[in-house]
């Protein structure tokens, strides 16, 4: 037996199972983020002397990083947009007994280019995610070249443990959107509902991972 | 062949599911008591020779079978850690959860079967790595259960490290399994089961769940910056100018100590709530059955469960009373402490009322509900002296603290999860459980656990602390209450003694218990309308659910049957 409301909306609760998950997935995130930016406050507050953030750490890279990830949050939704208006369609047709006959040459085309716009966009999105790290790595590279570690004070500490467990949910993501850019895609031709809500249900986290940085970005960069 | 074997051992159904879980917290239950028999005994007989098993220790653990301090520190802490998050909680929430949850519902399985699989192999793997920091250099971790900074931040040896890694084994499987309750009680319930038709068991879980999903990543956050402090030389919770034996510290310092005593605690004490609310679901099942009536105050139950799992999240720094972190932060926690005790007595009252003019019929199952009710009142009553500052301050650390929260959990939870195997048994198995091994193994356990814990108040308002190797020999004012550790290693050997009536009792009832129908206790929950060993494939009904009715219809006036379960028409 099927488990119901993995694809279809529960019409009382107006939810599928999976964006549910995703968004409790997501209330434990902000927990942990949470607690850790708490910790931040408490460290800083009971603190004699606090560095000067912005003279430490590289605002314009940080900048330029946020600029980066919001862009692909941009393409994130851009690439759910391209598909799932065409999810529908493409289910009643694979439902139907002579699928082939009923898909007019403008209709498929139009499904084939739908699909090449997805991988465009998700591309672009995997992209992002790439520049981000990379920025990140020449960020990190700088510090150690002139000796700031993460046991250098505690600010260092905070930084290099709130960034990293960043970096390493935007690896995570980026993880996901990869399977769905190259492999998962063929789940479109099965059970294209079902795979445009997992681009959906991608595209809320990597969000979310979107709103961490926007919130760590001022609070290590700039305050 | 191999194929089925593999697919029967990573099944993604829920009961086997809960299967796995069941056998290995239990698993992880004796290993927690067989560490907690070894404490009671160096305390009756500190510094002599184990007999029997003193040498399979090791000559570093216990040299001459006798236990080092050292060994024995590790003992204390990973007792507490095995029991609270290998044995119970996945016990509770894991095994009976899984199990019977979405059977209560009327679903086919949980909302992500797949999820569910890979939060028990997290947990499994989670608890491997706790087993095995008894083996590696230094042993286990060995800085309390709660692992307090900064002693935790500067222990020697890995076993702190694996504790740290193992606990964020552990949380990631548990957010998991929580998401994936919330999910399934939100998505899956059959048509016609409303949330005020759900029995008191699936509002306790789903309660439970949130505070698991939302308490949890508080202990992650410490665990990780913790790791940082041990691994990578950070100094979150190393204070500046921190001295150990003697020599000043080499760390950067500026940390906070007390920071790591409020990310664990923030997990901590809904992590009570975790252990108990499972439990009183199980017992509000049980005792809805055996008093063959609905439940008095069902909704008030409901109600006060929300109330319970909001307030414990405003609770944690009763906890730190003694840390100076400030008199007026005592004073609001002292508060809602307080206020949290009214709907835990609600929801005690509720059960008690729930008795009043029922036909009881006094099975296993209903003994340890009976049981559980005033030995959970007792633990919560001695609550309160500790949930007030100036109450705690001399009763902090001792073992008055110790007994207060074993009142609560083992004749409270431990009670309730006896009370739900022998009373979910016939479903899993098709089988009854034997009476009388039953009513001997709840009777020699209720004596056993009271001997054990009830002189532990005595020695708790002595001053005893609760960490000591010697057991309190130091104390000249406690001298008296000393002999007490005698009876109650003894009694700790009595309960083990009992526990086989029951392991037995699983075993034999499996092959020949006697055979039971769908519904051997007459109930109106919708898992007794499953067919008894529902089907391992997703789908646990031969017919689609429908509900009509109220949990708990016993004893309708008018009505043919006693009893008129959920799905009937």
């Given at each position: 037996?099927?488990?119901?409301?993995?694809?279809?909306v529960?019409?009382?609760?107006?939810?599928?199972?999976?964006?549910?998950?995703?968004?409790?997935?997501?209330a434990s995130?902000?927990?942990?983020?949470?607690?850790?930016?708490?910790?931040y406050?408490?460290?800083?507050?009971?603190?004699?002397?606090?560095?000067v953030?912005?003279?430490?750490?590289?605002?314009?890279?940080?900048?330029?990083?946020?600029?980066?990830?919001?862009?692909?949050?941009?393409?994130?939704?851009?690439?759910?947009?391209?598909?799932?208006?065409?999810?529908?369609?493409?289910?009643?047709?694979?439902?139907?007994?002579?699928?082939?006959?009923?898909?007019?040459?403008?209709?498929?085309?139009?499904?084939?280019?739908?699909?090449?716009?997805?991988?465009?966009?998700?591309?672009?999105?995997?992209?992002?995610?790439?520049?981000?790290?990379?920025?990140?790595?020449?960020?990190?590279?700088?510090?150690?070249?002139?000796?700031?570690?993460p046991?250098?004070?505690?600010?260092?500490?905070?930084?290099?443990?709130?960034?990293?467990?960043h970096?390493?949910?935007?690896?995570?993501?980026?993880?996901?959107?990869?399977?769905?850019?190259?492999?998962?895609?063929?789940?479109?031709?099965?059970?294209?509902?079902?795979?445009?809500?997992r681009?959906?249900?991608?595209?809320?986290y990597?969000h979310f991972?979107?709103?961490?940085?926007?919130?760590?970005?001022?609070?290590?960069?700039?305050? | 062949?191999?194929?089925?074997?593999?697919?029967?051992?990573?099944?993604?159904?829920?009961?086997?599911?809960?299967?796995?879980?069941?056998?290995?917290?239990?698993?992880?239950?004796?290993?927690?008591?067989?560490?907690?028999?070894?404490?009671?005994?160096?305390?009756?007989?500190?510094?002599?020779?184990?007999?029997?098993?003193?040498?399979?220790?090791?000559?570093?653990?216990?040299?001459?079978?006798?236990?080092?301090?050292?060994?024995?520190?590790?003992?204390?802490?990973?007792?507490?850690?095995?029991?609270?998050?290998?044995?119970?909680?996945?016990?509770?929430?894991?095994?009976?959860?899984?199990?019977?949850?979405?059977?209560?519902?009327?679903a086919?399985?949980?909302a992500?079967?797949?999820?569910?699989?890979?939060?028990?192999?997290?947990y499994?793997?989670?608890?491997?790595?706790?087993?095995?920091?008894?083996?590696?250099?230094?042993?286990?971790?060995?800085?309390?259960?709660?692992?307090?900074?900064?002693?935790?931040?500067?222990?020697?040896?890995?076993?702190?490290?694996?504790?740290?890694?193992?606990?964020?084994?552990?949380?990631?499987?548990?957010?998991?399994?929580?998401?994936?309750f919330?999910?399934?009680?939100?998505?899956?319930r059959?048509?016609?089961?409303?949330?005020f038709?759900?029995?008191?068991?699936?509002?306790a879980?789903?309660?439970t769940?949130?505070?698991?999903?939302l308490?949890?990543?508080?202990?992650?956050?410490?665990?990780?910056?913790?790791?940082?402090?041990?691994?990578?030389?950070?100094s979150?919770?190393?204070?500046?100018?921190?001295?150990?034996?003697?020599?000043?510290a080499d760390?950067?310092?500026?940390?906070?100590?007390?920071?790591?005593?409020?990310l664990?605690?923030?997990?901590?004490?809904?992590?009570?709530?975790?252990?108990?609310?499972?439990?009183m679901?199980?017992?509000?099942?049980?005792?809805?059955?055996?008093?063959?009536?609905?439940?008095?105050?069902?909704?008030?139950?409901?109600?006060?469960?929300?109330v319970?799992?909001?307030?414990?999240f405003?609770?944690?720094?009763?906890?730190?009373?003694?840390?100076?972190?400030?008199?007026?932060?005592?004073?609001?926690?002292?508060?809602?402490?307080?206020?949290?005790?009214?709907?835990?007595?609600?929801?005690?009252?509720?059960?008690?009322?729930?008795?009043?003019?029922?036909?009881?019929?006094?099975?296993?199952?209903?003994?340890?509900?009976?049981?559980?009710?005033?030995?959970?009142?007792?633990?919560?009553?001695t609550?309160?002296?500790?949930?007030?500052?100036?109450t705690?301050?001399?009763?902090?650390?001792?073992?008055?603290?110790v007994?207060?929260?074993?009142?609560?959990?083992?004749?409270?939870t431990?009670?309730?999860?006896?009370?739900?195997?022998?009373?979910?048994?016939p479903?899993?198995?098709?089988?009854?459980?034997?009476?009388?091994?039953?009513?001997?193994?709840?009777?020699?356990?209720?004596?056993?656990?009271?001997?054990?814990?009830?002189?532990?108040?005595?020695?708790?308002?002595?001053?005893?602390?609760?960490?000591?190797?010697?057991?309190?020999?130091?104390?000249?004012?406690?001298?008296?209450?000393?002999?007490?550790?005698?009876?109650?290693?003894?009694?700790?050997?009595?309960?083990?003694?009992?526990?086989?009536?029951?392991?037995?009792n699983?075993?034999?009832?499996?092959?020949?218990?006697?055979?039971?129908?769908?519904?051997?206790?007459?109930?109106?929950?919708?898992?007794?309308?499953?067919?008894?060993t529902?089907?391992?494939?997703?789908?646990?009904?031969?017919?689609?659910?429908?509900?009509?009715?109220?949990?708990?219809?016993?004893?309708?006036?008018g009505?043919?049957?006693?009893f008129?379960?959920?799905?009937?028409?």
């Open positions: 037996m099927e488990i119901p409301y993995t694809t279809e529960r019409p009382d609760t107006g939810l599928t199972n999976p964006k549910l998950g995703i968004w409790l997935f997501l995130e902000v927990m942990l983020f949470g607690s850790l930016f708490s910790s406050v408490l460290l800083r507050s009971g603190a004699p002397t606090w560095p953030q912005h003279e430490v750490l590289s605002v314009p890279l940080a900048a330029l990083n946020t600029v980066v990830l919001i862009a692909s949050s941009v393409t994130m939704v851009m690439a759910w947009a391209s598909l799932a208006p065409h999810a529908a369609a493409v289910r009643d047709r694979l439902r139907s007994p002579n699928a082939r006959a009923m898909a007019s040459p403008a209709e498929a085309s139009a499904e084939a280019d739908s699909l090449k716009r997805y991988r465009l966009f998700m591309g672009l999105t995997l992209l992002g995610g790439a520049i981000f790290l990379v920025v990140k790595a020449i960020e990190y590279g700088d510090k150690f070249s002139h000796h700031l570690y046991a250098t004070n505690n600010f260092l500490g905070l930084y290099f443990t709130l960034t990293g467990l970096a390493l949910h935007v690896i995570v993501g980026m993880i996901v959107n990869a399977y769905l850019w190259g492999p998962g895609t063929r789940m479109w031709r099965s059970e294209p509902e079902r795979f445009a809500n681009i959906e249900v991608a595209g809320i990597w991972v979107d709103v961490v940085w926007i919130f760590l970005f001022p609070v290590l960069y700039l305050l | 062949m191999r194929g089925h074997v593999l697919r029967r051992i990573f099944s993604t159904d829920h009961k086997v599911i809960g299967l796995q879980y069941g056998f290995t917290s239990m698993f992880f239950l004796l290993v927690g008591f067989s560490l907690v028999i070894l404490i009671r005994w160096q305390h009756a007989y500190a510094g002599q020779a184990l007999p029997l098993v003193g040498g399979l220790l090791g000559e570093t653990n216990a040299p001459g079978g006798v236990i080092s301090p050292e060994f024995y520190n590790q003992l204390g802490a990973m007792h507490g850690t095995i029991m609270v998050f290998l044995g119970v909680v996945p016990l509770a929430f894991g095994a009976f959860g899984n199990y019977i949850v979405p059977l209560q519902i009327g086919p399985d949980m992500f079967p797949r999820l569910n699989a890979l939060s028990y192999w997290l499994l793997a989670g608890g491997l790595v706790m087993l095995v920091s008894f083996f590696v250099p230094g042993g286990a971790a060995n800085n309390g259960w709660t692992s307090y900074a900064p002693l935790s931040d500067i222990a020697a040896g890995h076993g702190q490290t694996l504790w740290l890694g193992g606990m964020l084994l552990l949380i990631f499987s548990s957010l998991l399994g929580a998401m994936n919330i999910a399934t009680i939100i998505q899956l059959a048509p016609g089961m409303t949330w038709r759900l029995p008191f068991f699936v509002w879980q789903f309660i769940a949130f505070l698991l999903l308490a949890f990543p508080a202990l992650q956050a410490a665990a990780v910056l913790q790791g940082m402090d041990r691994l990578v030389g950070t979150f919770f190393l204070p500046s100018g921190l001295v150990v034996t003697g020599q000043p760390v950067a310092g500026g940390g906070n100590a007390l920071l790591w005593q409020h664990f605690w923030f997990l901590g004490h809904p992590e009570v709530y975790v252990l108990i609310l499972p439990a679901g199980i017992i509000a099942e049980v005792i809805a059955n055996n008093t063959r009536k609905p439940l008095w105050g069902y909704r008030l139950m409901v109600y006060s469960v929300f319970l799992g909001f307030l414990s405003v609770v944690w720094a009763h906890h730190m009373f003694l840390t100076g972190m400030g008199t007026a932060i005592s004073a609001f926690f002292q508060a809602t402490t307080m206020i949290i005790s009214i709907p835990s007595v609600i929801i005690l009252s509720a059960l008690i009322l729930s008795l009043y003019g029922g036909s009881i019929r006094f099975n296993t199952p209903m003994l340890f509900a009976l049981a559980f009710m005033p030995m959970f009142g007792l633990g919560g009553l609550g309160l002296p500790l949930g007030l500052a100036a705690d301050i001399p009763l902090h650390d001792t073992n008055y603290v007994a207060h929260f074993h009142y609560l959990v083992a004749p409270g431990i009670f309730a999860l006896f009370a739900g195997v022998y009373y979910w048994f479903k899993v198995t098709g089988r009854m459980m034997n009476e009388t091994l039953g009513r001997i193994h709840f009777l020699g356990s209720l004596i056993c656990m009271n001997v054990i814990f009830m002189p532990m108040f005595v020695q708790g308002l002595a001053g005893v602390n609760r960490r000591l190797w010697d057991g309190g020999a130091i104390y000249s004012h406690a001298q008296e209450t000393l002999s007490l550790n005698v009876p109650m290693v003894y009694a700790a050997f009595g309960l083990a003694f009992f526990q086989l009536f029951f392991l037995v699983l075993l034999v009832s499996l092959r020949a218990g006697r055979v039971a129908d769908t519904n051997p206790w007459e109930a109106t929950t919708l898992e007794w309308s499953a067919t008894s529902p089907p391992r494939a997703h789908g646990n009904f031969d017919r689609p659910v429908r509900v009509y009715r109220d949990p708990y219809e016993y004893s309708v006036p009505a043919a049957a006693g008129l379960p959920q799905n009937a028409d």
